[in-house]
């Protein structure tokens, strides 16, 4: 079985700019949870979807959203990038919501300059 | 909300002692507890879990014990081996909240 798939690995972006992650859950698995990782903050949430719908929201600012497809991919956006945007942005998939195992991607590492 | 505290944030053991990390969480309606192994360039890779029902849970060198009165649960991992070299996270949700991850610990396991 195939595990969570985020795409890019690396991705370098200029200040300002947008940018577009994806993720690939487990086979069969409803839930994508996206995470941004930073030394100083460590694991922080962003947004929970389940079913095509955000169920839960983080404290991040508004130019951070996402989205989910019909198949349980998942997108999520960060515009007018920052130099503080610049970090491991981490999908996690579960096969429901509540307290069911969450199995995350390699993650995206995004540098902002 | 809930707030996860996590000791220590580095531990360096040798080669076949035993290592404890410690977490606190606030929410006394969470009741899912997962531990996480992140390596290098890796994601978060989860390890064991445990439920509020239950008070310690074991696979194979790895344990986690809950004390669910004075909200804290534990890692335990024995005879260590250079390969738990890593940063672990602890982690704490109730119901369908998102988790939230203790800060981590660097674990070094010396030769």
């Known amino acids: 079985k195939a595990g969570v798939t985020q795409t890019p690995r690396y991705l370098i972006k200029t200040r300002g700019q947008q940018v577009t992650l994806s993720c690939s859950p487990i086979s069969g698995h409803r839930s994508v949870s996206w995470y941004q990782q930073t030394p100083g903050q460590g694991l922080q949430f962003l947004f929970e979807?389940?079913?095509?719908?955000?169920?839960n929201k983080g404290n991040f600012p508004g130019r951070f959203s996402g989205r989910q497809f019909s198949n349980s991919r998942s997108e999520m956006n960060v515009s007018t990038l920052e130099l503080g945007d610049s970090a491991l942005y981490l999908c996690a998939s579960s096969l429901n919501r509540g307290n069911t195992e969450a199995f995350f991607g390699q993650g995206t590492r995004l540098t902002v300059v | 909300g809930e707030n996860v505290e996590q000791h220590p944030s580095t531990l360096s053991v040798q080669e076949g002692d035993s290592a404890v990390i410690k977490c606190t969480y606030s929410?006394?309606?969470?009741?899912?507890f997962p531990w996480y192994k992140q390596e290098l360039g890796k994601g978060p890779q989860l390890i064991i879990d445990i439920r509020s029902n239950v008070g310690e849970k074991k696979d194979q060198r790895i344990a986690v014990t809950l004390n669910k009165t004075a909200k804290h649960f534990s890692l335990h991992i024995t005879e260590t081996q250079p390969e738990d070299s890593a940063v672990y996270f602890c982690a704490a949700s109730g119901g369908n909240t998102p988790l939230v991850f203790g800060k981590g610990t660097r674990l070094s396991v010396i030769a």
């Open positions: 979807y389940f079913s095509e719908t955000q169920r």
């Open positions: 929410d006394s309606a969470s009741n899912y």
